[in-house]
């Protein structure tokens, strides 16, 4: 069964921190893995995507990695700030033929305190 | 460009309501799509557009749930008779048919409340 799962499923750090979140993927035959972040009360919006053929792939203090062998992906935040607190959501699309569905995971919800 | 434009944005009915969204897609973007977000769930795609015509409606729960799409600038989700587990933000996206990496941009939503 296609799925995506993350982790934590919440996290609270304190600004100026980093984190890392993480995202397991058994989407077969894979496509791409796009990280989303999602502020309270907005729609989510695009942060990085990765290829097949890619392994580490950085969007200012963002930095996403892939290991396409073991299907996990990870979100690196550098020197967290108040607005990075959002929740962050992996995707990953199918590329089997005419189906190019998107498979969502649940998000982690990541907490920046002063 | 304004981005993906929803109304209203947040909605509060009873139990039996019809319920409109409304959405206006990126001009220029060939592509459509309604989702349902709750905690439990995450996001779950209702159905798309391609063109305005709708080529995958299987996330429709029920025939309570239709969408449509008159033309390139406009669409609408209807829920009728409404009901409480129906709760729910609700987010309009789009994105260009060269878009073939898949990113959708996303409208702010509607946050619906069924009493």
């Known amino acids: 069964k296609n799925q995506v799962e993350q982790s934590p499923q919440s996290l609270i750090i304190l600004e100026g921190k980093n984190c890392t979140l993480q995202?397991?993927?058994?989407?077969?035959?894979?496509?791409?893995l796009r990280w989303y972040k999602q502020d309270t009360g907005r729609g989510p919006v695009s942060l990085t995507i990765?290829?097949?053929s890619e392994n580490t792939k950085s969007n200012g203090r963002y930095t996403a990695t892939l290991d396409a062998d073991t299907k996990q992906s990870s979100l690196h935040i550098t020197a967290s700030q108040l607005s990075d607190s959002a929740s962050y959501i992996c995707v990953v699309r199918l590329n089997a033929g005419n189906n190019r569905k998107l498979i969502w995971g649940l998000g982690t919800s990541l907490g920046v305190n002063p | 460009d304004a981005g993906v434009i929803q109304s209203p944005r947040h909605e509060v009915t009873e139990m039996g309501q019809e319920v409109t969204l409304r959405c206006k897609p990126i001009?220029?973007?060939?592509?459509l799509f309604w989702y349902r977000q709750t905690m439990m769930r995450g996001l779950e795609l209702l159905i798309y557009f391609n063109n305005n015509v709708p080529i995958d409606d299987s996330g429709m729960p029920e025939d309570r749930f239709s969408a449509k799409m008159p033309n390139a600038s406009f669409s609408t989700l209807k829920i009728q008779p409404s009901e409480p587990r129906d709760s729910a933000v609700y987010f309009c996206?789009?994105?260009?048919?060269?878009?073939?990496?898949?990113?959708?941009?996303f409208g702010e939503g509607s946050r619906l409340t069924v009493l």
């Open positions: 996206a789009s994105r260009p048919v060269t878009g073939e990496s898949g990113e959708l941009f």
């Open positions: 995202c397991n993927y058994t989407v077969s035959p894979f496509s791409n």
């Open positions: 990765m290829t097949f």
């Open positions: 001009s220029g973007h060939d592509y």
